[in-house]
Nanobody
Framework: EVQLVESGGGLVQPGGSLRLSCAASGFTFADYAIGWFRQAPGREREGVSCVGGTDGLTYRPNSVKDRFTISRDNAKNTVYLEMNNLKPEDTAVYYC?????????????????WGQGTQVTVSS
């Protein structure tokens, strides 16, 4: 059974940093693309950083490209999302998702396995 458990969310002031972790189990981790998505109230779920399986390539939208970094540690079955210079508009529930793919993908409908999410709130 595929399991994804996010951690590291919380309350942070504007300009601050957080590192989210996604611990995976139940599948051959290196074969899966992993994505970080977020969803704010009233908005669609959007991909913020994704990494391919065997190709290891990454994708980030322009809105976070200079601030968010995704990395994966295949030895630990864990993916990280480093978020810097956080802004109030980054406030959302952040989800980790997985799907078998050698290539990077960053649309929510391309992923079939999801974690429960972790809340990130950016506020002074």
């Amino acid at each position: 059974e595929v399991q994804l458990v996010e951690s590291g969310g919380g309350l942070v002031q504007p300009g601050g940093s957080l590192r989210l972790s996604c611990a995976a189990s139940g599948f051959t981790f290196a074969d899966y693309a992993i994505g970080w998505f977020r969803q704010a109230p009233g908005r669609e779920r959007e991909g913020v950083s994704c990494v391919g399986g065997t190709d290891g390539l990454t994708y980030r939208p322009n809105s976070v490209k200079d601030r968010f970094t995704i990395s994966r540690d295949n030895a630990k079955n864990t993916v990280y999302l480093e978020m810097n210079n956080l802004k109030p508009e980054d406030t959302a529930v952040y989800y980790c998702a997985a799907e078998i793919s050698s290539q990077v993908a960053c649309r929510a409908n391309e992923y079939g396995h999801w974690g429960q999410g972790t809340q990130v709130t950016v506020s002074s």
